[in-house]
T-cell receptor, first 117, second 117 residues
Framework: DTEVTQTPKHLVMGMTNKKSLKCEQHMGHRAMYWYKQKAKKPPELMFVYSYEKLSINESVPSRFSPECPNSSLLNLHLHALQPEDSALYLC????????????????FGPGTRLLVL | AQSVTQLDSHVSVSEGTPVLLRCNYSSSYSPSLFWYVQHPNKGLQLLLKYTSAATLVKGINGFEAEFKKSETSFHLTKPSAHMSDAAEYFCVVSEGLFGFGNEKLTFGTGTRLTIIP
């Protein structure tokens, strides 16, 4: 089973709202990722968690706040977003961090489509 | 540093004819290479991966790719296109340098595959 689930599938929020995106995997993977994808563009990495610790933050604005409560769950807390933050937010997981082995293969969830008004 | 070039932004083929999606990469180390497919309004699905084993890699749905180090290429092929193959395809490289923060994947800009009935 290589399933990563994400909720909600769609989200509309105002610029003053606080919302959260949720990602879950039960494959025993120890690395989890958040990506942002704009229309007709490849995904852009936002955050990487490895063994429940934040290992990479790609200079993401503080209005995006990631959280990894346990090895199966990854959240992305959203606050005071801007309309340009509207995008597809993808979560991914891999068995381990990069190492030139099978363990680095990332499996993606279906994404949450976010619209900020 | 690693990089990926997808040589065609858009490819159109007739149903039942061969598919060729071209990808060239640049890497300072022995890379891992992946092809992902993204259907409209969906997440990314792993098609196949090369991680230093056999150079000819078979994936799902009849796709395969050949790793050619001398040409730094990893082209994706399928003998006979099906209507359901219409999607965006991303070639992805990972240098797999454990401990160097290289959990990052580098994505190509994508190739949109259109199937003509």
């Amino acid at each position: 089973d290589t399933e990563v689930t994400q909720t909600p599938k769609h989200l509309v929020m105002g610029m003053t709202n606080k919302k959260s995106l949720k990602c879950e995997q039960h494959m025993g993977h120890r690395a989890m990722y958040w990506y942002k994808q704009k229309a007709k563009k490849p995904p852009e990495l936002m955050f990487v968690y490895s063994y429940e610790k934040l290992s990479i933050n790609e200079s993401v604005p503080s209005r995006f706040s990631p959280e990894c409560p346990n090895s199966s769950l990854l959240n992305l807390h959203l606050h005071a977003l801007q309309p340009e933050d509207s995008a597809l937010y993808l979560c991914a997981s891999s068995q381990d961090r990069a190492g030139g082995t099978e363990e680095e293969t990332q499996y993606f969830g279906p994404g949450t489509r976010l619209l900020v008004l | 540093a690693q990089s990926v070039t997808q040589l065609d932004s858009h490819v159109s083929v007739s149903e039942g004819t061969p598919v060729l999606l071209r990808c060239n990469y640049s890497s300072s180390y022995s890379p891992s290479l992946f092809w992902y497919v993204q259907h409209p309004n969906k997440g990314l699905q792993l098609l196949l991966k090369y991680t230093s084993a056999a150079t000819l890699v078979k994936g799902i749905n009849g796709f395969e790719a050949e790793f050619k180090k001398s040409e730094t290429s990893f082209h994706l092929t399928k003998p006979s296109a099906h209507m359901s193959d219409a999607a965006e395809y991303f070639c992805v490289v990972s240098e797999g340098l454990f401990g160097f923060g290289n959990e990052k994947l580098t994505f190509g800009t994508g190739t949109r595959l259109t199937i003509i009935p």
